[in-house]
């Protein structure tokens, strides 16, 4: 009987050992980890890399942050607007885009005017320097991104999309809130620690 019973128990044995070799081992989370996270991790400092340095070339070479950019592209689109609908144009709050504005009139590239059909409305127009600017300029690095993610197929765009925003929930960022730009630091450096964007 015992040589029964072992005779039963290598069976078995074999059998669990070719279903085992059959049935691909699943990876251990070390073994993902390992390669994985460093090349996300790599990805998103690359990330960070290229708005930094979009940002820093745009202030070094043009005196303009990517949302002073993203603004005067916005005012020179519609000719003349007032601070309320350049806002909503651009995804920023009315006190963000009241400092940017008056850094940009300050420097000479915008100027605003009472409204001739109402004078309790004020808007804002390019100056001749920002015309001139804005076509010395390169394009905000949003743009150049915004217009390579359209040509991808939806499918494509919408899993970007769900994998960003994992991301922002695995780095537990969810709470931040944060304007369509690509820029870094505040978008208004003078009201940064009144209001954050």
Do not use: Y
């Amino acid at each position: 009987m015992d040589d029964f019973v072992k005779v039963i128990c290598m069976r078995n044995i074999r059998t669990q050992t070719k279903i085992r070799s059959k049935t691909p081992r699943r990876p251990r989370i070390d073994d993902l980890s390992a390669d994985i996270d460093e090349d996300v991790l790599r990805s998103l400092r690359r990330i960070f890399h290229a708005v930094d340095r979009s940002s820093r070339r745009l202030s070094r070479l043009h005196g303009l942050t990517g949302p002073q950019a993203i603004c005067l592209r916005a005012i020179d689109r519609a000719g003349r607007i007032n601070p309320g609908h350049l806002a909503r144009e651009v995804s920023l709050s009315p006190p963000t885009i009241t400092g940017i504005l008056d850094r940009l009139e300050r420097a000479g590239l915008v100027k605003r005017e009472r409204s001739a059909r109402d004078k309790r409305q004020v808007v804002v127009l390019m100056t001749d320097a920002g015309r001139a600017l804005l076509r010395r300029s390169p394009p905000p690095l949003q743009e150049q991104f915004t217009r390579r993610l359209v040509e991808l197929p939806l499918t494509r765009q919408r899993q970007i999309a769900r994998s960003l925003r994992m991301v922002v929930q695995l780095m537990e960022a969810e709470d931040i809130e944060a304007a369509p730009l690509l820029a870094l630091g505040a978008a208004n450096p003078e009201t940064a620690e009144e209001h954050p964007t």
